[in-house]
């Protein structure tokens, strides 16, 4: 499991010697998105808005315009779900201009609100029913969370009186739509000695992340009962 965050169409990039950002325009995947965004690839060099003026091209009046050579990127995922050798950039990718300029993310765009992101298939904490590993239009539920009622960090379990949110990261689903999500205790026991599962529904935002309703119990379920 990764800790970074993907780079997503429109993210910002820095030249060491240029003297402006510019944006990364995601060419090599129209198929996976997160966020409502083409998650962008190694082979994504094109940076239609340049970065200003060149520092290794000076003349007598100052220096001449950019003209962006960017090179593959590095520090990639190690493979990606789109079936042929282009692999997912990182906040942390970077890659190397023609000119000899060296390029590197500073606002990747996607919004790390769940913490971090699961790179491969075997981590995705659910899957919709009717996806199949390697179909990368397919809708994925890539993450889900519980949060504690301030929404200030995750939790792993909920206490008797304590309230708490669900959360759900989504690929490949549109604004609007309705997700549903079972919860089971895993040890059998019953939800407030009635039910072994609950089903919550909510509905999916630009970001692709869904909240959930609030889970209130009556009673200290997550504990064993001999």
Do not use: H
Request: hydrophobic share 35%.
């Amino acid at each position: 499991m990764s800790s970074k965050i993907y780079v997503l169409d429109g993210a910002l990039l820095e030249c060491n010697e240029g003297f402006a950002p510019a944006k990364l325009l995601v060419t090599q995947n129209q198929k996976v998105k997160i966020q409502g965004k083409f998650k962008a690839t190694d082979m994504d060099v094109q940076v239609p808005q340049t970065f200003g003026q060149c520092k290794l091209k000076p003349t007598n009046s100052g220096y001449l315009p950019c003209i962006p050579a960017l090179q593959k990127w590095t520090k990639t995922t190690s493979k990606s779900t789109l079936g042929s050798s282009k692999k997912w950039l990182f906040d942390d990718s970077e890659c190397m201009c023609g000119t000899g300029g060296k390029i590197t993310i500073t606002d990747p765009t996607q919004l790390n609100l769940a913490g971090s992101i699961k790179e491969e298939f075997k981590d995705i904490a659910m899957t919709i029913p009717g996806a199949m590993m390697g179909n990368d239009k397919a809708p994925k539920v890539i993450e889900s969370y519980w949060m504690d009622e301030a929404g200030d960090e995750k939790i792993d379990k909920i206490n008797y009186g304590e309230k708490a949110t669900m959360f759900v990261r989504t690929e490949n689903i549109d604004l609007g739509e309705s997700i549903t999500v079972k919860v089971n205790e895993t040890k059998g026991n019953k939800i407030d000695s009635k039910k072994a599962q609950f089903i919550y529904t909510g509905t999916i935002q630009e970001n692709g992340i869904a909240k959930l309703e609030l889970l209130d119990t009556k009673e200290d379920w997550s504990k064993i009962k001999e």
